[in-house]
């Protein structure tokens, strides 16, 4: 009887908080905040804040993921990504809130708990990328996606911005709270934030890592050359960013581009060119290769989580997600997942190929923090338009099973 009451607490809180509107912040706000000369009541007031925010983003998340049909929520490891979610929102709304006067112990304690709670929310999650994408490649296997790729996209983007929204915040609060010692810190930068971010040097860093991979796959990589037009402000191009963020998108376009240079061309390899311009309000970068291209009729294809060019990758069905090494590519996720980090504070991507040439990469990120602000979905019935071909979907499945799972 009390786990029964219990359950059914936490379903009106959930539903509750997912009628509550999601608070979005730009990355100036989160600069500012970081910036607070009193750590110990900074602290408090973030976790006072992930306290009140974290269960409304949960929230929308888990009432989003019941949009799914059941031949969907209810494979296994698609199964086993809800269940972590519904852990997460209970641990969150359950933590007991701070009473009106609390005294500077209660205030340690409950800072610290918190942090220990979002911790063990973001190790829980860590793998809910590679664990969706196998039960997605599962189910594509299975034949029962035939008629909702574009759905399927559609849940995803929603899905995914909403996830890289709230592990930014339950990071930049690791981040800014961690002990001095800590290998989260960093003197310059507010959190996960610098405020001078050297673009350049992070192209580096990622082509560096891209070369490495394009290397152990074909055994040759071709050299990236950085080009900065005189722009507006100092030669050295900086901006107010996240630098993993930044890393992430880059690494992913670059990572494309030395596979397809090094196996389109067979002898001498032309560099990629990574051009990087800051203007007054946008700060653009052109990643530009001589690979090959891309067919116009692929182009729509290729923000989609069923398309790659390369050799699709294969999972183990017992294989723990979280321990699957990184692949040079094969799952199709690496673009579409790129576009919305690209997207989460204000930017966005685009792809111009020419079939037997080559392929410009346009990433546009926003050059002032304060206009730098979260864009994310919310569980809306009008902003949700893929139900009515999932539940098309789910009909097909129950008369392909009453064919004996073969069409007529």
């Known amino acids: 009887m009390a786990a029964t009451s219990a359950r059914a607490g936490i379903e009106a809180a959930i539903t509750k908080c997912s009628n509550m509107k999601i608070t979005r912040l730009s990355l100036g706000k989160f600069a500012v905040f970081g910036r607070e000369p009193d750590r110990v009541q900074a602290c408090v007031k973030s976790c006072r804040f992930l306290h009140r925010e974290g269960p409304v983003r949960l929230a929308h998340m888990i009432r989003e993921m019941r949009t799914l049909p059941p031949f969907m929520l209810?494979?296994?490891?698609?199964?086993?990504?809800?269940?972590w979610y519904q852990a997460s929102f209970r641990d969150l709304y359950t933590y007991p809130h701070l009473?009106?006067?609390?005294?500077?112990?209660?205030?340690f304690q409950y800072s610290a708990g918190m942090t220990r709670v979002i911790e063990t929310i973001l190790s829980r999650h860590e793998p809910v990328v590679l664990t969706i994408a196998q039960a997605m490649q599962q189910l594509e296997q299975e034949r029962k996606l035939a008629m909702s790729h574009n759905s399927v996209r559609e849940f995803l983007d929603r899905f995914y911005m909403s996830r890289i929204g709230i592990r930014f915040l339950f990071n930049q609060h690791q981040a800014l709270f961690a002990p001095p010692d800590s290998a989260r810190r960093n003197?310059?930068?507010?959190g996960s934030i610098d405020p001078s971010?050297?673009?350049?040097?992070?192209?580096?860093?990622?082509?560096?890592?891209?070369?490495?991979?394009?290397?152990?796959?074909?055994?040759?990589?071709?050299?990236?050359?950085?080009?900065?037009?005189?722009?507006?402000?100092?030669e050295e191009i900086t901006f107010t960013y996240i630098p993993s963020h930044l890393y992430l998108i880059l690494f992913e376009l670059l990572k494309n581009s030395y596979r397809a240079v090094a196996t389109h061309h067979e002898g001498a390899m032309p560099a990629v060119?990574?051009?990087i311009v800051k203007g007054k309000e946008d700060l653009t970068i052109k990643v530009s290769d001589e690979g090959g291209g891309i067919p116009h009729r692929n182009l729509q294809d290729i923000f989609s989580y069923f398309y790659t060019t390369a050799t699709p990758q294969s999972f183990d069905p017992n294989e723990d997600p979280a321990t699957r090494a990184v692949p040079m590519a094969?799952?199709?996720?690496g673009l579409p997942l790129?576009?919305?980090?690209?997207?989460?504070?204000?930017?966005d991507m685009n792809v111009i190929s020419v079939d037997g040439y080559g392929t410009d990469a346009y990433l546009y990120l926003k050059t002032a923090a304060e206009n730098a602000v979260e864009v994310l979905p919310t569980y809306n019935q009008d902003e949700i338009k893929y139900t009515d071909v999932?539940?098309?979907?789910?009909?097909?499945?129950?008369?392909m099973a009453a064919q004996g799972g073969h069409g007529k």
Not at 74 to 83: A, D, F, R, T
Not at 208 to 221: D, T
Not at 338 to 346: F, K, T
Request: glycine share 8%; aromatic share 12%.
């Open 74 to 83: 209810e494979q296994p490891l698609l199964n086993k990504v809800y269940g």
């Open 99 to 107: 009473r009106a006067t609390p005294s500077e112990n209660e205030l």
């Open 187 to 190: 003197k310059r930068w507010i």
């Open 197 to 234: 971010c050297r673009v350049a040097d992070v192209a580096v860093d990622a082509a560096n890592a891209a070369k490495f991979i394009c290397q152990e796959s074909y055994g040759r990589a071709p050299e990236m050359k950085i080009v900065t037009p005189k722009t507006v402000g100092s």
């Open 273 to 275: 060119r990574v051009v």
């Open 330 to 333: 094969g799952f199709g996720y």
């Open 338 to 347: 790129s576009r919305l980090y690209a997207r989460y504070l204000g930017g």
């Open 390 to 399: 999932f539940q098309e979907e789910e009909s097909h499945q129950h008369w």
